[in-house]
């Protein structure tokens, strides 16, 4: 079965960076669009990035652009997310997620267990 599983939420400081990781399974990775989602508390889960199959097309929410890259590697099957200049309001959980969409939400099928970001000041 598709497994998700992401690596490197942490706490940080205002202003500091973390690179969160996904490794993917049990899917054609090269096929899916790969994204990056939060979900703070008490909110709906809302999208940050998301990457094409071929890494050709990126998508950011507005809130993250020129801060959160993301990039993924199909001979590993791994996408990641490059955080910096982080902010508290970036606080929250951090899911990866594959889908048919690089933009849009309700594509992504195949979700992650999720990571925690604090980001304090």
């Known amino acids: 079965q598709v497994q998700l599983v992401e690596s490197g939420g942490g706490s940080v400081q205002v202003g500091g960076s973390l690179r969160l990781s996904c490794a993917a399974s049990g899917l054609i990775f090269s096929n899916f669009a790969m994204g990056w989602f939060l979900q703070a508390p008490g909110k709906e889960r809302e999208i940050v990035a998301g990457i094409s199959g071929s890494g050709a097309t990126t998508y950011y929410a507005d809130s993250v652009k020129g801060r959160f890259t993301i990039s993924r590697d199909n001979a590993k099957n791994t996408v990641n997310l490059q955080m910096n200049s982080l902010k508290p309001e970036d606080t929250a959980f951090y899911y990866c997620?594959?889908?048919?969409?690089?933009?849009?939400?309700?594509?992504?099928?195949?979700w992650g267990q999720g990571t925690q970001v604090t980001v304090s000041s």
């Open positions: 997620a594959a889908g048919n969409s690089v933009s849009l939400p309700r594509a992504y099928t195949f």
